[in-house]
């Protein structure tokens, strides 16, 4: 299976944008992109997904290539609650009928205060 | 709407005993999902169900067994434990929508579970 890649870490100061690069350079046609994060130990929480336009909602914004092999989570002003593990995964097997989502390990954001 | 809940929420076991973590969502997800999560690992997928009466193995099925015989629940049984598999098991679930679109996971709180 085609897996994403993630740096392991991030710092990025309080009130700056979160800028979380994501590699996914084997991804299907109609495969989407998702990410989520996990703050301690809860289970993880979606924030967002993505075929082949940019999206933004309420949390943020995901900013995918145009030869969709890679994307960009963008917390537009981080805060100290937006430190966790961010995950960014594609649904694989999408056109057989059976899929499944495979995590990374992901990236560990911190924000500075 | 109590969404995806696990129980239970802790479990010690001794090398060698067999337990069942359950599994239930009551939004009529057809897509469920076991993962686990060592400390300080992502999240890696055990079993995955995109129905009643259908499942696969995901990424370290062995030594844990699952079923789907109704749309709300996909229980997950480790038949012998062992050490190896003391870990935190989150269930998650999700719908697909028209054109092959699967909206997001929904995950449970988690199930701590220690081997001795």
């Known amino acids: 299976d085609a897996k994403t890649t993630q740096p392991t870490s991030m710092d990025c100061a309080e009130g700056r944008a979160a800028n979380l690069p994501c590699n996914h350079s084997?991804?299907?046609?109609?495969?989407?992109v998702y990410w989520y994060r996990q703050i301690h130990s809860q289970g993880p929480q979606y924030i967002i997904h993505g075929l082949k336009n940019n999206e933004t909602n309420e949390m943020a914004s995901l900013i995918i290539t145009e030869d969709r092999k890679s994307s960009t989570l963008i917390l537009p002003h981080a805060t100290l609650r937006d430190t966790a593990v961010y995950y960014c995964?594609?649904?694989?097997?999408?056109?057989?009928?059976?899929?499944?989502?495979?995590f990374g390990t992901g990236t560990r954001l911190k924000v500075l205060a | 709407n109590a969404g995806v809940t696990q129980t239970p929420k802790f479990q010690v076991l001794k090398t060698g005993q067999s337990m069942t973590l359950q599994c239930a969502q009551d939004m009529n997800h057809e897509y469920m999902s076991w993962y686990r999560q060592d400390p300080g690992m992502g999240l890696r997928l055990i079993h995955y169900s995109v129905g009643a009466g259908i499942t696969d193995q995901g990424e370290v099925p062995n030594g844990y067994n699952v079923s789907r015989s109704t749309t709300e629940d996909f229980p997950l049984r480790l038949l012998s434990a062992a050490p190896s598999q003391t870990s935190v098991y989150f269930c998650?679930?999700?719908?697909?929508?028209?054109?092959?679109?699967?909206?997001?996971?929904?995950f449970g709180e988690g199930s701590r579970l220690t081997v001795l």
């Open positions: 084997t991804i299907s046609g109609n495969e989407y």
């Open positions: 998650a679930s999700s719908y697909e929508l028209a054109g092959g679109y699967t909206g997001e996971l929904f």
């Open positions: 995964i594609v649904r694989f097997g999408a056109t057989s009928g059976t899929y499944k989502y495979i």
